[in-house]
């Protein structure tokens, strides 16, 4: 072989594809495009598509590379003479294009991570405002609940002692009805005795004794009719919570009392009230009854007696 030969058969290889120096490999070494996908794991129509130099266009040049490169190996040629006659089949594209395209995924994953970043943000924030005010409200309720406890087991002594004292108030009206009842039995004789020592002068002054007795009587009657309808009456149909003070700010009740209970109480008007559920309370100021519906709105009701 000539010179020229050899200079010619140098351009004919250099002009050749990376498909076309893969397969006068292969075809050298005696292998099947079979052997060579079995060895490769590829597919076969992937390794005629690569002798061929039919690349898709859907592949991206960085795994054709690829394929290239393990196919040099597997028959013996060197990568760069495989890769550098696929770079003149022009089918490269700049590599500032992959570049872009690589900046442009890896800014919208940067986009994306810093947008469910704040997504969870937002979410745990949620949690942790609906725990705090779950936290808050039940702290509230059992603080209500403990002073609720607490005041009913420091009144039991007020009602007691008051209505000690309503008693021993009721006891003592008894009392003034004998005393006044031992007077007129006393007075009697005394009337008898005057009328048998004057009975020549007339027995007009009898009749007018008696008859003062008569009336005399009269306002004892109405005292104690008086005296014994209480101040303050309280009947109650279910479980309520009140408070109860006098003028001079002493606290009369403070507690709860339960359904088909009765209260009575007395002190200094006017009297300041505090009740849970009004509309489960009667009562009878002074024997008058008060009327409750103007607080069936289901709130506390405030409100004093007798009323301005």
Known sequence: ?????????????????????????????????EQVASRLHLRLTLIAAIESDTYDKNTAHTFIRGYLRTYAKLVNVPEETVLAAYTKLGLTPPDNIDMQSFSRRSRQQANDSRLKLVTWLVILALIGLSVAWWWQSTAKRSAGEDALA?????????????????????????VEQAGAVDEGSVSAPVVEQSTTASEAVSTAPVEDAVVSDAVATVPDSATDTAASVPQLKLNFAADCWLDVKDSTGKTLFSGLKKANDELTLAGTAPFKFIIGAPMAVKIEFEGKSIDMSRYNNGRTAKFALPQE
């Open 1 to 33: 072989m000539t010179i020229e030969q050899q200079h010619d058969s140098q351009d004919e290889s250099q002009a050749a594809g990376p498909g076309q120096l893969l397969r006068a490999a292969r075809e050298q070494l005696g292998w099947t495009r």
């Open 150 to 174: 607490a005041s009913e087991m420091s009144t039991p002594a007020e009602p007691q002692a008051s209505t000690e004292i309503n008693e021993a108030t009721q006891g003592e009206l008894p």
